[in-house]
């Protein structure tokens, strides 16, 4: 043992040209004009409420705080819990957040209705295509993390991975293979969609004879996957990414079907008191400098201006590859209870 | 009409004490009790009820939910009945016993407590999962042909009884520390064996101390979430806790359904509650008398050092090789060892991030607010659970048997669901608490006041009225007669119930979810964090700190004062 | 001050201890209460102190009404100024035995001088000096006892309750201490109440002597006039009258009337009998009865036979048995006789005078 | 069977509470030990138990060696066949009078039945028969005691450690309990120790006295002769000779020998003093002392005044001034002499056989 720092390569570089000098120019893009910019400046933080990863949201912040000299205050949760949260200090009219950032629609939805957000349409909503803004601004879909299998590279020779989903029913990974369970929030929920529209509907049955392992959260999978307890789970990108950067020996997988993205989204509320910071720090995701830190965090950004991102030195396919596979959210949340129950059946699980 | 107003004279404490218990404990239940009869969740702002029904209740019959049920009944009988053989044997070693090094038997008793039980549970799955744990590479290491699978039932009941076994430590240590030796040494004169006069003496007396830690470590092994999730789930072992869990975080999420279950949990326990006050009741468990109590130590003869051994392999177990594997996972620079002689290898261990963490402003202020919450709530904590037990079993007032019922109700809500039910409560409520510290010191009390409770209880129960009675006679005020008797002579349970909350405090994560703000983060929070996020080398090392941290307390807790009762000396 | 009960009940959960009980104790007055073991001297006393809350009944200390369950008044133990020696001492073990005795004087808030002088004497008193830095727990059975002895003498209260305080101590000491006790009950005009089983102990301490049964009391009187006149067989039975015979009248003789023994061929004859008794006993002390080889002739004269001698220090108990009658007690002091041997026939006699005819019980 | 306790030596910390002590108490027999309040009865019990180890010496209880610091002999108290009752009782309270009383007979794997039937027994004759399912807290002091009592009766040990088992009982409970433990005592030829501070007790039970002071044995031997011949005016004292005077010898007199009562102008005369006594006392019991309208001219005759009368029951007692001498205590029967008032001139006599003249310690 020592003292040295090992050998961790940072997964954001946050190198870049930040020109304050009238308003906000970063790269040669201009994010804020200089009266919002002041504004927001003069307010000096913001409250975030977040169900993003935690370590990634901490990125995130990092560089934006670099950028505006703004300090952010995270309060961070698990996305359903963040909901409640939410949902209940609205209710007693004492919500503490600026911005709150969620994944899946249909919270945001219900977040929305419970009047939680204020519309506030950014620099170049026009051009933003209707997936990505939502309600005349109220909130706006920033990026997308994307939904794949990863292996253990100790355990798995690159050239032996599976390659493709269907691989993944081949005898070889019986009893070898680590999945999330179906209620382990909207990710999940995204995933088996994707499974059961692009797979075919004979894949799940296919996957529960391989016998699986099961977890209750795609963290757990990944932290065993990590340590090689299993060779092969399903697993974000972004959190593939930020594992092998610090050398955990693992690696995602493009499949040849495609992978599913689920949706993160980004508002500001009502009862913000930071409205300025609020304001630009919407900018600022939605600018290209904030959709370029995602990107190197591992996420797919929501604009289609920017080129997606490489990650382990794999470049991922674009938004028109069809590889990029993103379920429209109504879709998901009407077929959201027919799918628990077919899963549940399936895999012989509770719930 | 005199009649009248001394009643409510009499009623007046009993009263101050009920509103405190209701706004602490009665109004976050009511909450949960109304989502569990609503279709919508009852946030602030829309509670009402307009949307009851009975629905939510279907949900119990479901074939999975009596399968959980059925499997998490099995598995906290079993731990419980592990963890109290543990717990007790570890007391009465510690505080009756003439085995060598008794102060580090005691520390030994508590130790498992400083660590979470997550955290416990993700160094047992380090050590004992089949494809990488330690324990099974050293085993091939050493060519061992047997191979250790910690995801099991077997491997779930033990974990779960190692790091439960403090519970009954404690409150045990402290019922056997006010024991009286004539009434052991009558026994042993009328012919009872050692063995005979610890099973029909010594233990029984100890028994509301026993019982209750039973009841507690029954309730909370049923609901205990983390070692379900960490080393049931990859078992595939189907528990209660994993089913809430999945109802409380399924896309919508399924509150209402949750609180349905817990409420249905908490009618149980209510029936082992009054079952178990019926037993504590009836019959007295006085130790401490007028008459002197002189504490001896029970002579082991030849089984001193065997039973030592045995502490010995539990500290091993729950404390030593856990420990080690934290450390192992905090300092490695990958988090997949394929063989121990790799952990050996340059640049594989490295104390960089330990360091970084320790200096980071998140870890210094998390670790504060820890700190100042933990020792708040320990001690309003105790100070709460005393006033009810000493009205509950001291005092005549109308309506006590009813607060013994309010004070373990929490027992029986998992922590995630009365989360909710606080925050809710707190935010309803007009008092400039929320968003502060203070909020997580009311919730920490709200929660773990069964424990606090049953805790003082049992000390109280051995401790002769007369004592207290004969300094109110000689001119005290009650209070006064209570200071100066009745606490001191509990010293060793009070202690030992201000260190069982202060510790529970410190590793408490559900409860505070719902009510923390970026200021008021905690070290449990970081931990969940860090793990949820996958990143096992952060959750390891924040969980070392914290281990220290939690040590830290409890050696100052400790010394002040949990020395045995007889005489001053 | 003057401490009055009236129709006091109390009951533990469903069984009665105290059965509607009315006591008056005189300012600066010396109450024993005697009675069975188990009769509810412990609760009566307990009430008076406040520890108990009886379901029926009024308490009055001075003018002072310190209980009355009807008007719902119930003025706590440590407003009553009552002091307590409990049956279980309730001496603190966690305490050494100077804290122990002082703590009645820091609630009274006296300077530390005078705390400390205070609680020398009364250590002193009963014995204690030398200990007063031990552990309260590490001493012998009566050294507690003395120490929550001393506890409630330091305090001087205006009522005072000891309840078998010198149970546990050797006779030397015990007359010393109440002497003592006597002495600074009367010194400080106490009003006492006195639990004891030692007879001379009674007659020592009692203005007035109280006798308890089934939670009632069935007599109360100055020591005297309770021991010459028992008011029920029973009473006299517990009064240390061994012989107590069940008997029926046989009308008058010369000298008294005459009863025949229930069961047996002996007659009594006894003096000033009161018209009809419910179910009459014959009750004769046993240092009333005469053991000598002839009769007297002048009462009663029964033939005997010695079945048991024991010594008994001061005098000699005998145990005789009458011929076609019950045994009989006899005691008889060491210098006024010769001793008997077991075997031997004697002559019992008894004065009419000294055969006392009672009822059985009195109801009350 | 024969308890043998050899060079005793037991302390507590540092205090020692059996200082080099031997008894023997032989088979069968009941040996009663008597002492001051702390000279170490209840620690001598202990060892015999087996509840203390001492520091020093060996305990033999039959033929067994079940102590020996020497040879680290100790077996433990539940092989060692003792019953003991405790001077604090300790009942067990969590458990009901009969759980607490079948205890020693389920340890010994009675049949159900038998153990029935034998608590039933025991209960019936400590009276609470009817309480057999009551909790053992929930009795008054001397229920509690009796529930002691019993528990240790119904094992039938070989050797009974009674520690003031009768202590908080009234005097006639007392004394028929008295006569069932000496009955049974005698039938089953227990061995017993017993320590009591009431004399009658001690008298009526005890094959022997034994005399303990500061954790020593002073005196061993019979109840009669003990009485008689108290070894030093400190056990005269400790026996109830309320009369000790320091005196200094004067010569021989007719019928004796003369003593001067020192500091005072009076003398007395003794008969059978043994030679050059350390530090002489002069004895004289209460009992032996007459007092009358005249002298009795064949002994020692004092002028006094009637400063006290204490009535005791059966008898009086009297505290007689003497002129030019010390306070004298006279017990006088109830019926052999007229009352005399406070203040009234009396002669006191005594014989001289009645004056024992005694060291003032004896060193063992
Ligand atoms: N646990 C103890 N620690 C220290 N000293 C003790 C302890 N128990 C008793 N002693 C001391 O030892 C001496 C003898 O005690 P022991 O109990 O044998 O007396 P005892 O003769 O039974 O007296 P009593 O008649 O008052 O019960 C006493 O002076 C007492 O103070
Ligand atoms: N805590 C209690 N619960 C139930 N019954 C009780 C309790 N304490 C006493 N008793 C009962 O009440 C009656 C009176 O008890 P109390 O203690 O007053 O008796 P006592 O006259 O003091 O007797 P003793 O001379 O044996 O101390 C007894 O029959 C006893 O069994
Ligand atoms: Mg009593
Ligand atoms: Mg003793």
């Known amino acids: 043992a020592g003292c040295a720092p090992p050998q961790f390569d940072p997964v954001v570089d946050s190198t870049a040209d930040v020109d304050t000098s009238d308003g906000l120019v970063i790269d040669g893009e201009r994010i804020a004009d200089a009266e919002l910019f002041e504004a927001a400046v003069e307010e000096g933080r913001l409250s975030l409420y977040s169900g993003y990863v935690e370590n990634s949201e901490k990125e995130v912040i990092k560089v934006f705080e670099e950028d505006t000299g703004i300090s952010v205050d995270l309060v961070r949760l698990v996305p359903n819990r963040l909901s409640e949260r939410v949902l209940s200090e609205q209710g007693a009219g004492r919500l503490g957040a600026d911005v709150v950032r969620t994944s899946d629609f249909d919270i945001a939805t219900r977040m929305r209705d419970a009047g939680v957000f204020q519309p506030h349409r950014v620099a170049g909503y026009d051009e933003l295509d209707d997936t990505v803004r939502y309600f005349d601004g109220d909130f706006y879909r920033v990026f997308n993390p994307l939904y794949t299998f990863a292996y253990n590279t100790a355990l798995v020779d690159p050239a032996d991975a599976p390659k493709s989903w269907h691989d993944l029913t081949d005898p070889r990974w019986q009893g070898e293979l680590g999945i999330t369970q179906v209620g382990a929030g909207g990710s999940s929920l995204t995933l088996n969609r994707f499974q059961e529209e692009e797979l075919g509907p004979d894949f799940l049955p296919a996957l529960a004879e391989q016998n699986p392992r099961i977890f209750d959260s795609s963290s757990a999978a990944l932290e065993s996957l990590a340590r090689g307890e299993i060779p092969v789970a399903t697993a974000v990108v972004s959190s593939v990414n ?61 604009r289609g201006d920017v080129e997606p991102p490489e990650i382990l030195a794999q470049q991922l396919p674009t938004a028109d590859s069809g590889k990029i596979v993103r379920i429209d959210p109504e879709v998901l949340i009407a077929s959201a209870e027919g799918d628990q129950r077919r899963w549940n059946g399936l895999f012989g699980y509770l719930g | 009409m005199r009649t009248l107003v001394r009643r409510i004279r009499q009623g007046v404490p009993t009263g101050v004490l009920l509103v405190v218990l209701g706004i602490l404990v009665v109004l976050p239940m009511l909450f949960i009790a109304l989502a569990a009869f609503s279709d919508d969740v009852p946030r602030p ?125 404690l409150l045990v240590h402290g019922a056997l520390s006010l024991m009286n030796p004539d009434l052991e040494e009558a026994a042993f004169v009328h012919g009872g064996t050692r063995r005979r006069t610890l099973s029909w003496v010594t233990f029984p007396l100890a028994l509301p101390a026993i019982l209750g830690s039973g009841v507690l470590i029954f309730a909370l092994t049923m609901e205990n979430f983390p070692v379900a999730q960490v080393i049931g789930n990859p078992g595939q072992v ?311 941290v939690i040590l830290i307390i409890a050696l100052l807790a400790k010394s002040f004062g949990a020395k045995t009762v007889d005489g001053a000396r | 001050m003057k401490v009055q009960l009236e129709n006091i009940t109390l009951a533990y959960g469903g069984a009665v201890a105290i059965d509607d009980l009315d006591i008056t104790v005189e300012d600066g007055e010396s109450l024993v209460l005697l009675g069975k073991s188990g009769c509810g001297k412990t609760s009566t006393m307990r009430c008076v102190a406040g520890l108990e809350t009886p379901t029926r009944g009024r308490i009055t200390i001075g003018d002072t009404v310190v209980f009355d369950a009807e008007r719902g008044v119930a003025v706590p133990p440590n407003r009553r100024n009552v002091g307590m020696v409990f049956q279980s001492y309730a001496v603190w073990p966690h305490r050494t035995i100077f804290q122990n005795v002082a703590f009645p004087l820091r609630q009274q808030k006296l300077p530390k001088d005078e705390i400390r002088q205070r609680v020398a004497e009364t250590l002193e008193i009963v014995g ?212 008997l041997e077991v075997g031997a026939q004697v002559w019992a006699s008894a004065a009419p005078s000294a055969v006392q005819v009672l009822p059985s019980e009195v109801r009350t």
């Not at chain 2, 407590?113 to 416990?120: A, D, E, K, Q, T």
């Not at chain 3, 008997?247 to 008058?252: E, F, I, K, M």
Request: net charge neutral; hydrophobic share 50%; charged share 15%.
């Open chain 2, 238 to 548: 189907e528990t209660l806790p994993s089913f809430i869990y999945r109802l409380m975080n399924a896309s919508p999420s399924r509150g209402t359904e949750a609180a349905a279950v817990a409420i249905t949990l908490t009618a149980v326990l209510l029936i082992v509650t009054a079952l178990q006050q019926r037993a504590v009741m009836r019959r007295k468990f006085t130790t401490v008398t007028g008459k002197g109590v002189k504490t001896k130590l029970v002579s082991l003869g030849r089984w001193r050092w065997p039973l030592f051994g045995l502490a010995l392999v539990y500290f091993l177990l729950a404390v030593v090789l856990p420990i080690g594997a934290l450390l192992i996972s905090a300092l490695q620079s990958s988090p997949y060892v394929s063989s121990l002689g790799q952990l050996t290898e340059p640049g594989a261990l490295s104390f960089y991030m330990i360091g970084q963490l320790i200096l980071s402003p998140d870890f210094l202020q998390s670790a504060g607010n820890s700190a100042v919450t933990a020792i708040l709530a320990a001690l309003l904590g105790t100070a709460v659970s005393f006033v009810v037990a000493y009205t509950v079993y001291r005092t005549n007032s109308a309506g006590r048997r009813v607060l013994e019922f309010v004070a373990m109700a929490p027992l029986a809500v998992p922590a995630i669901v009365l989360g909710l039910g606080l925050l809710w409560t707190w935010l309803v409520i007009p008092l400039p608490v929320y968003g502060t510290v203070f909020v997580l010191v009311i919730a920490f009390m709200a929660v773990f006041l069964p424990q606090g409770y049953r805790g003082v209880t049992s000390s109280i129960l051995q401790v002769d009225r007369d004592l207290e009675d004969s300094a109110v006679l000689l001119g005290a005020r009650r209070a006064t007669a209570v200071s100066w008797v009745t606490l001191p002579l509990m010293r060793v349970g009070m202690v030992s119930t201000v260190l069982l909350l202060l510790m529970l405090c410190m590793r408490e994560l559900s409860a505070a979810l719902f009510l923390f703000t970026s200021d008021t983060r905690l070290l449990s929070i970081l931990i969940f964090d860090n793990y949820d996020n996958g990143a096992m080398q952060g959750a390891a090392s924040v969980s070392l700190l914290y281990c220290v």
């Open chain 3, 128 to 339: 204690l000096a030398e200990f007063a830095d031990r552990g309260a727990s590490l001493l012998s059975g009566g050294q507690m006892q003395r120490v929550a002895l001393a506890r409630s003498l330091v305090m001087r209260p205006s009522v005072l309750l000891l309840d078998e305080p010198l149970s546990n101590l050797d006779a030397r000491l015990r007359d010393r201490l109440r002497l003592e006790l006597r002495e600074i009950q009367q010194r400080l005009n106490l009003t006492c109440v006195y639990v004891t089983h030692d007879q001379s102990e009674a007659l020592a301490l009692a203005d007035r002597i109280a006798l308890m049964q089934g939670g009632r009391i069935v007599q109360i009187d100055r020591p005297e006039r309770i021991y010459e006149n028992p008011c029920s067989a029973s009473v006299a039975d517990f009064l240390g009258v061994s012989n107590v015979f069940s008997c029926v009248p046989r009308g008058t003789a010369e000298g008294g009337s005459l009863f025949g023994l229930t069961g047996h061929d002996v007659e009594v004859l006894a003096q000033d009998v009161p018209g009809d008794l419910d179910a009459p006993k014959a009750c004769i002390r046993p240092e009333d009865i005469r053991l000598s080889g002839d009769p007297l002739r002048d009462g009663n004269d029964w033939l005997g036979r010695v079945e048991v001698v024991a010594y008994q220090g001061a005098s000699v108990r005998y145990r005789v048995a009458l011929k076609g009658g019950p045994e009989l007690d006899a005691v008889v002091g060491k210098g006024t006789a010769p001793l």
């Open chain 1, 242 to 302: 930020i594992a092998a950067s610090k050398n955990a020996p693992v690696n995602f997988v493009i499949p040849e079907e495609g992978m599913a993205a689920y949706d993160y989204f980004v508002g500001m509320t009502d009862s913000a008191v930071n409205t300025d910071a609020a304001e630009l720090f919407l900018e600022w995701n939605l600018s290209k400098r904030g959709q370029d830190v995602f990107r190197q965090i591992g996420e797919f950004p929501a």
């Open chain 2, 45 to 169: 702002g829309s509670i009402g009820l307009d949307s009851l029904s009975l629905d939510n209740f279907a949900i119990l019959g479901s074939s999975e939910a009596l399968g959980a049920l059925g499997n998490s009944v099995f598995i906290a009988a079993l731990a419980s009945v592990l963890a109290m053989a543990i717990g007790c044997g570890l007391a009465f070693l510690a505080a009756r016993a003439d085995v060598p090094g008794r102060r580090f038997l005691y520390f030994v008793g508590i130790a498992p407590m400083f660590l979470p039980s997550l955290v416990g549970a993700l160094a047992w799955s380090l050590l004992g999962s089949p494809a990488t744990g330690f324990l099974n590479l050293v085993f091939q290491g050493i060519g061992l042909d047997v191979t250790l699978n910690i995801y099991s039932m077997p491997g779930l009941i033990m974990v779960l009884a190692l790091y439960y076994a403090p519970y009954a430590f």
